[in-house]
């Protein structure tokens, strides 16, 4: 038996602006809104979350149906001045540095992409050389905090 309980991970990210990042999410790459939540304060502060800040209105998105499908929680903290590293290339900085998406048509996400008014990075889509994936290519993105977002998939 695996000490998981689910094979995916929830994964949280700090933007400036939670209404422009929804709609990035949702619109130009196909994450679904679920309801929100809250944290407050005391428990961020016993958890080692943030400094006694409540998390207000953490917005949750998700990739795909069930209870193991992949969550994007976006969080912010009005009036807080956050740091932001640099994003200039996925390597110029330790940290996790983007999100990998699979889909199933790599020019229908490009499209979807455009009509929401978002290009890819560089000349993507770019075909993944075949002695690491036949068949597959990758166009890369920027969320609104620049934020590098990979979609991995075939021609159809």
Excluded at 46 to 52: C, E, K, R, Y
Excluded at 71 to 76: F, G
Excluded at 81 to 106: N, P, T
Excluded at 114 to 121: D, F, M, R, T, Y
């Amino acid at each position: 038996a695996s000490q998981f309980v689910q094979p995916t991970i929830d994964v949280g990210c700090f933007v400036s602006d939670p209404d422009a990042s929804v709609k990035f999410y949702t619109e130009a790459i196909g994450f679904k809104e679920l309801s929100p939540f809250s944290v407050g304060g005391d428990f961020c502060e016993q958890a080692g979350l943030t400094d006694g800040a409540p998390l207000n209105n953490i917005r949750v998105l998700v990739l795909g149906d069930g209870p193991g499908a992949t969550k994007l929680k976006l969080s912010s903290i009005p009036g807080q001045k956050a740091k932001s590293g640099d994003k200039e290339y996925v390597s110029s900085q330790y940290g996790y540095r983007y999100l990998s998406i699979f889909v199933s048509d790599i020019d229908a996400a490009v499209a979807r992409l455009k009509k929401a008014g978002v290009e890819p990075l560089a000349q993507g889509p770019a075909e993944i050389p075949k002695d690491i994936a036949k068949g597959i290519y990758l166009a890369c993105v920027r969320d609104p905090d620049g934020n590098v977002i990979e979609l991995l998939g075939p021609k159809k």
